[in-house]
């Protein structure tokens, strides 16, 4: 039996003197394909399954399907959209974790069978490494200004809270995190209990703009350095709210812009802490924002008063690159290709970062 080695990165793939590098992204209920050429964004689409709003938060289950359906699609529109055929890509690069293993599979699965099917390296990537290098995304003509290192990046997803010390694109430092929920997570779950459908994030931010930030009151955590808890603002959350709701049926609909505006206003009011004290105790300026929660208002505000009062370098992410896309993974891909860091046709997809 003859065993190709695909584990061999091919010298071939410099054939051209161009790279283009395909990025792949289903860690969870995003279905996201990227291409790049030369490091520079020619391609970023994604399918959103809106197939878990009936059921309040992602099923696994479905989110995989879904990924099925949609990968190809996906694929081979941003192929056409870069105007580039598949036989040109240098390499492909895909998230391998962390994520919902069902969702990853599928885009790892795919990344193999179309890696192998051409004979080009695969690059492995970290979904969280994604998200900080979002910030080094550049299009043809835009005029975005990237971070320099070393550069304290905040990053607040569904899924994390993380305050990242980022010393190169390689090298990355976690300094402090979620000992639980984490930031997304707690006001998705608080505007679950409002009622407000799913994701709740966009709709407690288009209320909180409407309402009284200083309105309520609710638990902040006390813990040590610069890690992060959400548990207890979320459980403060519910019991207060039980308790309003046994005065007045209606509390909800009568103070729903002062509930999102006072939850958002905590939720921030908890991250910048950490993010100050960080920020001091290293003495770094260059401050950035990642994750699905970058989308939110408050906290984009919240930056930029920081930077007003500490002199603070600020690089808040264009909204197209806050949420799971394709294209952070592609650019992360672009700098391990160019160390040419490849991975084996054999590394799996994981979970969580430790598995
Ligand atoms: O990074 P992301 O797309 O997925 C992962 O968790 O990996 O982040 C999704 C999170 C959800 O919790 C969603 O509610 C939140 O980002 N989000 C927002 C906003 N837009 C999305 N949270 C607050 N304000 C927003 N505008």
């Known amino acids: 039996m003859k065993v190709t080695d695909y584990d061999t990165p091919r010298p071939e793939t410099h054939r051209t003197g161009t790279t283009y590098i395909l990025g792949i992204e289903s860690s969870c209920d995003d279905t996201s394909a990227a291409v790049l050429r030369n490091g520079i964004l020619l391609s970023n689409v994604t399918a959103s399954q809106a197939v878990h709003e009936a059921y309040g938060g992602v099923v696994p289950e479905l989110a995989s399907r879904a990924h099925q359906q949609n990968i190809v699609p996906v694929v081979d529109a941003a192929l056409r959209q870069a105007g580039i055929q598949r036989e040109q890509l240098s390499a492909i690069a895909f998230t391998r974790g962390p994520g919902l293993m069902g969702s990853l599979l599928v885009g790892v699965s795919f990344a193999k069978g179309l890696a192998a099917s051409l004979g080009i390296p695969m690059i492995d990537v970290n979904h969280l490494h994604g998200h900080i290098l979002a910030h080094f995304i550049h299009t043809e003509d835009d ?47 608080c505007s679950k209990v409002m009622g407000l459908g ?33 548990s207890g603002l979320k459980t403060s959350f519910l019991y207060n709210l039980r308790q309003w ?36 105790d290293l003495k770094i300026k260059q401050i950035a924002l990642a994750g ?64």
């Not at 899924?159 to 997304?184: F, H, P, W």
């Open 143 to 189: 005029d975005y200004v990237s971070p320099s290192f070393p550069f304290l990046c905040l990053l607040v997803s569904g899924g994390n809270s993380q305050i990242v010390l980022v010393k190169s694109y390689r090298d990355m430092e976690i300094i402090g995190q979620t000992i639980d929920d984490a930031a997304g997570e707690a006001i998705d779950k």
């Open 198 to 230: 799913y994701p709740g994030g966009p709709v407690i931010d288009k209320l909180a703009r409407q309402g009284n930030p200083e309105a309520f009151t609710f638990a902040k955590p006390n813990i040590a350095g610069y890690d992060y808890s959400f």
């Open 292 to 355: 699905g929660v970058s989308a939110n208002n408050g906290l984009r505000n919240a930056f930029r008063d920081h930077a007003r009062r500490y002199k603070w370098d600020i690089f808040i992410p264009r909204f197209s690159y806050t949420t799971d896309n394709a294209a952070m993974i592609a650019m992360t891909g672009y700098y391990k290709y160019l160390d040419h860091d490849f991975c084996p046709m054999s590394a799996p997809a994981y979970s969580r970062v430790a598995d």
């Open 245 to 280: 709701i046994s005065e007045d049926p209606d509390f909800i609909e009568h103070h729903k812009c002062d509930l999102a505006a006072s939850l958002e206003h905590t939720v921030v009011d908890i991250l910048m802490k950490k993010l100050r004290l960080a920020a001091k």
